[in-house]
Nanobody
């Protein structure tokens, strides 16, 4: 079992920045690719970005590429989402997710088997 707890959400003005954290329990964090997703009201959950087990590989949805950065610290069992130049359309609940051990990264919901409870990000115009 892996428990994921997100933090760092809040209210920010357009153009501002936020850094989300996701702390994982257990000893398998370093063996799992991690992802960030978001879900706006009335919309489906969508992929934001992912990071490989080592942190050496990252990829992003087109909508956030160049503005968001994912990183991880395997010694701290934590993955981060740095969000810059935020826009009102970035408003959503943000979720981190963990993939199965030793699997690759993926952009679909089914590529991940553990999810956090989510943290709200609201960007005002």
């Amino acid at each position: 079992q892996v428990q994921l707890v997100e933090s760092g959400g809040g209210l920010v003005q357009a153009g501002g920045s936020l850094r989300l954290s996701c702390a994982a329990s257990g000893r398998t964090f370093g063996s799992r690719a991690m992802g960030w997703f978001r879900q706006a009201p009335g919309k489906e959950r969508e992929f934001v970005g992912g990071i490989s087990r080592s942190g050496g590989g990252t990829y992003y949805a087109d909508s956030v590429s160049g503005r968001f950065t994912i990183s991880r610290d395997n010694a701290k069992n934590t993955v981060y989402l740095q969000m810059n130049s935020l826009k009102p359309e970035d408003t959503a609940v943000y979720y981190c997710a963990a993939g199965p051990p030793y699997s690759g990264t993926g952009s679909s919901l089914t590529a991940y088997d553990y999810w956090g409870q989510g943290t709200q990000v609201t960007v005002s115009s």
